[in-house]
């Protein structure tokens, strides 16, 4: 038997090549990750419950038999993973979200009994992906080094967003306002808005964020406030892959000095809180899960695209 991962009972050590342990974390990190979008809270909600189901996929995969003791001990996984998709592969569903918690207990009962057949199907919904997936890899592949190229990048950012502050600040503290128009400008009217304006700083970042948004549209504005909220926490993000020398830890103390007032953005202080401590650690998870050579990367997604076919 393949060794295992702790908290993730029979799921082996690594996940096409990707160590468990850092998927996990990834998963993790990115369910804090709330107050920015609540996609990637999801999408770490999901990838949860996909490193926990891995096993059971496998299963499915070879055309072997699931027992409903390995579904019962599984539960919270397909939870994690089914429930945001269920009224896609159990229409029925809808019949039972207005009961409350009796609702609930029926709907799991039916997961659990359709989870061997909903997970083929969602299997050839993933393999639909592949030809939107294609592009991305593409880019990442065109790369000598795409982990390099990733961080390279990131510090390019967070280099921008400092000298736009520092240009603001004019040699005041930087207030989180004027830090919430800083990244408002570099982050999302300059690599989200307006990624073609920015090939030559970031090659690889804005192709990407072209290919997406030839797709989904420019990303709407958050409200500045809200940005001054989380102003913090992204900067100790953009900030975690540049070398501790280069960081400006007199800007996040200006801030901790001077906080957005409560009462002009969304978040409570539990989630702000909880999104300034995974931020920095975010990036570094993410840089290390991404192959060091163009072919790597194209190997990869070839395990997957098999995997799914």
């Not at 390995?70 to 089914?82: F, G, K, N, P, Y």
């Not at 945001?84 to 229409?91: A, T």
């Not at 083929?120 to 993933?126: E, H, Q, S």
């Not at 809200?226 to 892959?241: K, N, P, R």
């Amino acid at each position: 038997m393949a060794d295992t991962v702790l908290g993730f009972q029979d799921t082996p050590e690594q996940i096409f090549g990707f160590p468990t342990e850092k998927l996990a974390e990834i998963a993790t990190a990115a369910r804090s990750m709330n107050p920015i979008s609540e996609r990637i809270g999801q999408d770490g909600r999901i990838l949860g419950g996909l490193i926990g189901l891995f096993p059971l996929l496998e299963m499915l995969h070879e055309n072997r038999e699931i027992s409903p003791q390995a579904i019962e001990a599984h539960r919270s996984d397909i939870e994690d993973i089914v429930h945001p998709l269920v009224d896609e592969f159990i229409p029925s569903s809808r019949l039972f979200k207005p009961l409350g918690a009796i609702g609930k207990v029926t709907l799991d009962t039916v997961v659990e009994k359709e989870f061997p057949h909903i997970v083929p199907l969602a299997m050839r919904k993933a393999e639909g992906y592949i030809p939107r997936a294609t592009p991305y890899i593409d880019v990442l592949a065109g790369f000598y080094n795409p982990r390099q190229q990733f961080a390279d990048e990131v510090n390019a950012i967070n280099r921008m967003v400092i000298a736009d502050m520092d240009s603001r600040a004019a040699g005041k503290p930087i207030s989180p306002l004027s830090a919430g128009r800083s990244l408002r400008n570099i982050l999302l009217r300059g690599l989200l808005g307006k990624p073609d304006d920015m090939t030559d700083e970031l090659p690889a970042l804005s192709r990407l964020m072209a290919i997406r948004n030839s797709r989904a549209g420019i990303p709407g504005s958050a409200g500045l406030s809200e940005i001054a909220a989380l102003a913090s926490g992204i900067l100790q993000m953009l900030g975690s892959l540049t070398p501790e020398s280069e960081r400006r830890q007199d800007i996040l103390d200006a801030l901790k000095e001077n906080p957005v007032p409560e009462d002009t953005h969304s978040f409570d202080g539990a989630e702000i809180d909880s999104f300034e401590q995974t931020a920095p650690l975010v990036l570094p998870m993410v840089r290390d899960l991404i192959p060091k050579t163009g072919a790597a990367v194209r190997t990869k997604f070839e395990e997957v695209k098999a995997f799914l076919s």
